[in-house]
């Protein structure tokens, strides 16, 4: 299994030009089942994810093809409607499937995605609401046999919790049912948005999208389309905190200010200066004192989830205490007792961390154990006294195209192992 070596002390400065946006690029390549032609999907992101989900499609029979960091998927001629255990067993996000492929052929056999380290991560929310649509949904054998008698019926469906993944795969299986579909309470991410702007392009009617009500009107096929992914504002988001903990500078080109509202205003109260610009943004912590920062996750346009375990590793090196609340997942503090063994000064009380001031971090042997958790390693190995390892890097590549290659070209000092 590949590791990381890093040497520590480094301060980070120079530009790195951001991705595509994982949680974006999954989404809309699923939507490819939809269609009855091929889609051109430009700014695609070539991550592990990235290959499970083409695996996926292949499998169900789709053309899918790269050019450079575009994507052609052919969805017209999709022949199979299942989705088997072994490659939903490597990315949950498989389970978005279920959703085109019931709307498009009647009928989908997809494997329960099952749960991960950061939480058990249900799909009640997505079952329910193709129920509601019409769909006759049985779970046996640890798959989800879906079947509905003709198209699916636009429905009023009210989500109890906000689900981005559930939003993605209910608003996917209506651009193709009869009739009107609303979804109250929908997850209100850029991701979303961006999905439902690829729909539309493919000739779906969709109104609300990036709001708490989507409306879709069904229509009868949705053809082909070419869109652009937005780019990743985690990514860029890890980026910024990277070169804030290091003392440095970062301009991250090709970026989504907009995307990431939350995470610059908290950057900005660590003390960091941030300048926007068309489609960059650039931050500077030279000769600056970095601020601890209370943090507490929510759905879109809160803080996200998905840029709490950096928060972490930032307050662990900056100056003050604060605390970080987790509220979307119910084990995602996964890297705290990593970032202790490195000398973090952490304390746990349910689902918030107690970051004070830490004396001295120190290089060690860590474990990655999910996506985000691996990345806060990596940037605290970055800033820390000697070497750090990080173990198990295939959670790292399975969100963040060659991350190496882009800290390296910042100045960090960061090798892959091959063992
Ligand atoms: C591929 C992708 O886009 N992944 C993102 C997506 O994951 P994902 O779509 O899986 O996350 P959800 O928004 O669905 O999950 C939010 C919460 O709702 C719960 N839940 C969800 C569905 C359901 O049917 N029942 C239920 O109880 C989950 O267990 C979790 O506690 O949104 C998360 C929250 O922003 C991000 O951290 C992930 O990076
Ligand atoms: C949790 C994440 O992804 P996934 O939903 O694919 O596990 C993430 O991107 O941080």
């Not at 480094?10 to 951001?18: R, Y």
């Not at 329960?112 to 129920?131: E, S, W």
């Not at 009500?213 to 869109?227: A, M, N, T």
């Not at 988001?237 to 290091?246: D, I, K, Q, W």
């Amino acid at each position: 299994m590949d590791q990381f070596v890093i040497q520590g002390g480094t301060q980070l400065a120079g530009e790195v030009t951001i991705s595509g946006a994982k949680n974006a690029a999954l989404p809309i390549l699923f939507a490819a089942l939809l269609a009855d032609g091929k889609s051109t999907f430009r700014n695609v992101p070539q991550l592990r994810d990235i290959g499970t989900t083409e695996a996926l499609l292949k499998t169900l029979g789709a053309e899918v093809a790269w050019q450079g960091d575009t994507l052609v998927v052919d969805g017209s001629c999709v022949d199979k409607v299942l989705a088997p255990y072994e490659l939903v067993k490597q990315m949950r996000a498989s389970v978005l499937a279920l959703g085109p492929l019931l709307a498009r052929f009647g009928q989908a056999q997809v494997s329960l995605p099952g749960g991960c380290a950061i939480g058990a991560r249900p799909v009640d929310l997505h079952i329910q609401g193709l129920a509601r649509m019409g769909a006759d949904i049985k779970v046996e054998n640890g798959y989800i046999h879906a079947k509905s008698a003709g198209r699916l019926k636009g429905a009023e469906i009210f989500m109890d919790m906000v689900s981005v993944g559930a939003t993605e795969n209910l608003l996917m299986a209506a651009t193709l049912a009869d009739g009107r579909t609303v979804l109250e309470n929908a997850a209100q991410e850029p991701e979303v948005v961006d999905l439902a702007n690829c729909l539309i392009a493919m000739g779906a009617k969709i109104s609300g999208a990036g709001s708490k009500c989507i409306v879709i009107d069904g229509v009868e096929r949705l053809q082909g389309c070419e869109h652009a992914i937005l780019p990743d504002r985690i990514e860029t988001g890890t980026f910024l905190v990277a070169a804030a903990m290091s003392g440095g500078e970062v301009l991250c080109r090709h970026a989504d200010y907009h995307s990431l509202e939350p995470v610059i205003e908290k950057l900005r109260a660590a003390n960091a200066l941030i300048e926007l610009r068309d489609d960059q943004i650039y931050l500077d912590m030279r000769g600056r004192e970095l601020k601890a920062v209370n943090i507490k996750t929510m759905p879109h346009p809160g803080f996200p989830t998905d840029m709490q375990a950096q928060f972490t590793a930032l307050n662990v090196v900056a100056k003050g205490s604060a605390t970080i609340t987790e509220t979307i997942f119910e084990n995602r503090f996964m890297h705290v007792p990593e970032l202790q063994r490195m000398g973090a000064n952490i304390r746990l009380e349910g689902n918030t961390a107690i970051c004070g001031d830490t004396t001295r971090l120190t290089g060690a042997q860590v474990m990655a154990t999910d996506l985000r958790a691996s990345a806060s390693l990596i940037l605290t190995g970055i800033v820390a006294e000697g070497e750090t390892v990080v173990d198990r890097i295939y959670h790292v590549d399975r969100g963040y195209q060659r991350i190496e290659d882009k800290l390296s070209r910042l100045g960090a000092n960061i090798k892959r192992r091959h063992n």
